[in-house]
């Protein structure tokens, strides 16, 4: 919690998503999707430099998606980066916090689910990462 709020988020996805080796094709570094046209090969392994590099830029774009959300845009960003901003967009998180409503433990923590299932580890991290990048 020494940390200031944007490296916490970084400590908190490099433990939870951890650097992908090749077998995890098409994510590289620590969980970024390749797109098309990203100079990223199949194969071959990012460094640890390279895949933090990979990971802030990342984080850095999904946070500014919801920067009208001020305080909460990290947390936002956050789970866009782990879920997309596809669901972030759907979710009850944004509704509520778009109403003004920051009562948002239930929601947030709800994103536990991996193809349809329980996932304790996914609810683990959601309960890590409210923790540390809530703010009142």
């Not at 940390?3 to 080796?21: N, Q, S």
């Not at 046209?37 to 500014?64: I, N």
């Not at 947390?75 to 109403?99: D, E, F, H, I, Q």
Request: contains cysteine; glycine residues 8%; charged residues 25%.
């Amino acid at each position: 919690m020494d940390l200031p709020p944007f490296e916490r988020a970084v400590v908190i996805i490099k433990k939870f998503e951890t650097l992908h080796k090749p077998k995890h094709w098409p994510y590289v570094g620590y969980g970024h999707q390749v797109q098309q046209g990203e100079p990223y090969r199949r194969g071959v392994q990012l460094t640890e430099r390279q895949a933090d590099a990979l990971l802030r830029k990342d984080l850095r774009k999904f946070v500014s998606l919801y920067k009208a959300y001020g305080k909460d845009a990290l947390l936002l960003g956050v789970l866009a980066y782990n879920c997309g901003p596809g669901v972030v967009n759907k979710s009850t998180v944004l509704k509520k916090l778009k109403a003004g409503n920051r009562d948002i433990f239930k929601a947030y923590t709800a994103h536990y689910r991996y193809k349809g299932k329980f996932h304790r580890q996914l609810h683990q991290r959601r309960l890590t990462e409210i923790a540390a990048l809530f703010v009142r």
